[in-house]
């Protein structure tokens, strides 16, 4: 599968927090750097209206703003209550500075 990819942000950008949120088009995403490997997920949280590039990451997840459900940013899936429902992951690449990521169709 050919991946269109849209460059999002840069490297220093995750410096302070290891997230940060972005909006491509309209949707919004998280980017996150664990250990230096970078990942995204859709920015919103599936419990409620809540931005996760607005939580805390801890290793590979992040703890939601709003109720402090928690989830793993490298596959999406929830990882602590009151999240049951996985978050949608994107594909990313870096080329030096620069965060890239691509936005397939799958919802998981
Ligand atoms: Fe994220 Fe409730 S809105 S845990």
Redesign the pocket.
């Known amino acids: 599968q050919d991946l269109t990819w849209h460059e999002i942000c840069v490297l220093a950008d995750l410096e302070d927090e290891g997230v940060y949120g972005v909006e491509l088009g309209g949707l919004p995403i998280a980017v996150y750097d664990v250990d230096g490997e970078i990942f995204a997920t859709h920015d919103i949280?599936?419990?409620?209206?809540?931005r996760?590039s607005e939580g805390f990451l801890d290793g590979d997840l992040i703890e939601?703003?709003?109720?402090?459900?928690l989830f793993n940013v490298k596959t999406g899936a929830p990882a602590g209550a009151?999240?049951t429902e996985a978050v949608r992951t994107f594909p990313v690449k870096c080329e030096g500075e620069k965060i890239f990521v691509a936005i397939t169709e799958d919802a998981a």
């Open positions: 949280c599936t419990h409620g209206l809540a996760l939601c703003p709003l109720h402090q459900g009151p999240c």
